[in-house]
């Protein structure tokens, strides 16, 4: 059974930085594309960044140079790292997961399609 834990969210300055982690169990993260998407309230869900088997990561433009994505396959651990962080990224944060066989395309294309989530971290960035 595929599950995923996410950990490390909170209140942040705008400007400040987050961790994101999660530890997922049940599969083997070498052969899972992986991502991360958000949902602010009142709002659709947003898929931020993702990862393949191969190393291909793809982030959504409003966080390209401010979050990093990785992942380490040992730990079966996914990471996201957050700078910069900005009053808009305010919202819940989900890991996900899918069969590589899904492929590279449909793992860059993920937004929050994937068949399994965690139960997310919160983010907020307010002054």
């Known amino acids: 059974q595929v599950q995923l834990a996410e950990s490390g969210g909170g209140s942040v300055l705008p400007g400040g930085s987050l961790r994101l982690s999660c530890v997922g169990s049940?599969?083997?993260?070498?052969?899972?594309?992986m991502g991360w998407f958000r949902q602010a309230q009142g709002k659709d869900p947003e898929g931020v960044t993702s990862?393949?088997?191969?190393?291909?990561?793809t982030y959504v433009d409003s966080v390209k140079g401010r979050f990093t994505i990785s992942k380490d396959n040992d730990w079966n651990t996914l990471y996201l790292q957050m700078n910069s962080l900005k009053p808009e990224d305010t919202a819940m944060y989900y890991c996900?997961?899918?069969?590589?066989?899904?492929?590279?395309?449909?793992?860059?294309?993920?937004?929050?399609?994937?068949?399994?989530r965690g139960q997310g971290t919160q983010v907020t960035v307010s002054s």
């Open positions: 996900a997961a899918a069969s590589s066989e899904y492929g590279r395309s449909w793992c860059q294309r993920a937004q929050y399609q994937y068949p399994y």
């Open positions: 049940g599969f083997s993260a070498r052969k899972y594309c």
């Open positions: 990862i393949y088997i191969d190393g291909t990561t």
